[in-house]
């Protein structure tokens, strides 16, 4: 149990599906991050979340649109996706240190999304 | 971002001591050396992260060079849990959002 939850662990959809992502912590951070991993890459930093304002966005295709409502729970909703965005999404969240905290992530077991 | 260059692959036997190489030649003074790990089929998990001492925690030990250009992470006694891809990460601490690069990093077999 690392604290940090995603929903759904598996997900299909085709390339004209509209579907989202869940991630929530129970950490009491203040900064959440989306993560993509595709097979045989390095992961990719898509969004960073601090204290529910989007700070980060790695040049990250329209088609993926974060959401975070509060400091707890993090989305990110798909639209029109293509085959290429198949992969595990990993949700990670921190306390940053320059807000007292250790910076260290806690990362989810990640969903696996498949677009066919 | 500065970069960090690991070997691909290591293998160990279990109960055996591993030291897992990393290269930073390009590391700035405010950058810590961050290792996290893999397991399959599982996010990432923190190992441990220093600054320029040599750092110890219940999991392993990280060895900072003196120029700080390279560390490497000890695993006292490898177990088959510890068969995972190690992550070496600069990062700084204080900056603002923690945007960590992660790289390929270091696949770990163990042998049984």
């Known amino acids: 149990e690392t604290g940090v939850t995603q929903t759904p662990r598996h997900l299909v959809m085709g390339m004209t599906n509209k579907k989202s992502l869940k991630c929530e912590q129970h950490?009491?951070?203040?900064?959440m991050y989306w993560y993509k991993q595709s097979a045989k890459k390095p992961l990719e930093l898509m969004f960073v979340?601090?204290?529910?304002?989007?700070?980060e966005n790695n040049s990250v295709p329209s088609r993926f649109s974060p959401e975070c409502p509060n400091s707890s729970h993090l989305f990110l909703h798909l639209h029109t996706l293509q085959p290429e965005d198949s992969a595990l999404y990993l949700c990670?969240?921190?306390?940053?240190?320059?807000?007292?905290?250790?910076?260290?992530?806690?990362f989810g077991e990640g969903s696996r999304l498949t677009v066919l | 971002d500065a970069k960090t260059t690991q070997p691909n692959s290591m293998e160990s036997n279990e109960e055996e001591p591993v030291h897992l190489p990393c290269n930073h030649s390009t590391i700035s003074g405010t950058d810590y050396i961050h290792w996290y790990r893999q397991l399959p089929s599982q996010g990432p998990e923190y190992v441990i992260h220093g600054l320029t001492s040599n750092v110890n925690n219940r999991m392993a030990s990280l060895a900072i060079a003196e120029d700080r250009k390279s560390s490497t992470l000890i695993l006292h006694r490898a177990t088959l849990r510890d068969a995972a891809v190690y992550y070496c990460i600069l990062g700084r601490i204080g900056g603002g959002s923690e945007k960590l690069v992660f790289g390929k990093g270091t696949k770990l077999t163990v042998n049984p």
């Open positions: 990670a969240s921190s306390h940053q240190a320059h807000l007292g905290g250790t910076g260290e992530l806690f």
């Open positions: 950490l009491g951070h203040n900064a």
């Open positions: 979340y601090s204290l529910e304002e989007r700070v």
